[in-house]
């Protein structure tokens, strides 16, 4: 079982910058790399990055590249997704979640076993 709970989300304007961290918790959860998604308004959820907590290996949606960063602090068990040159298409309910090491694709959100409750992202033109 592995738990996780997202938190930095807010409002901020276009230009600016968050960073949303998730959590996670559990007997197994450095078995799982953790993926970062986004649900926009009246939009399907869709990846954003990915990483294992090695960061041994590290996947983005390429239009997402240059602007967004996602990495670890395995002291603090703690993915974080460093979110920069925000625009208001970036605004959606942001999920981290857990994905067993070798299962499936990074970019599949139907690979990952867990899921955090989300925090909220609005970028105001």
């Known amino acids: 079982q592995v738990q996780l709970v997202e938190s930095g989300g807010g409002l901020v304007q276009a230009g600016g910058s968050l960073r949303l961290a998730c959590a996670a918790s559990?007997?197994?959860?450095?078995?799982?790399?953790i993926g970062w998604f986004r649900q926009r308004p009246g939009k399907e959820r869709e990846f954003v990055a990915a990483i294992t907590w090695s960061a041994s290996s590290i996947s983005y949606l390429d239009s997402l590249k240059g602007r967004f960063t996602i990495s670890t602090d395995n002291a603090k068990n703690t993915v974080y997704l460093q979110m920069n040159s925000l625009k208001p298409e970036d605004t959606a309910v942001y999920y981290c979640a857990a994905r067993r090491i070798g299962k499936g694709t990074a970019w599949n959100l139907g690979d990952y076993d867990y899921w955090g409750q989300g925090t909220q992202v609005t970028v105001s033109s």
């Open positions: 559990g007997r197994t959860f450095s078995s799982y790399a």
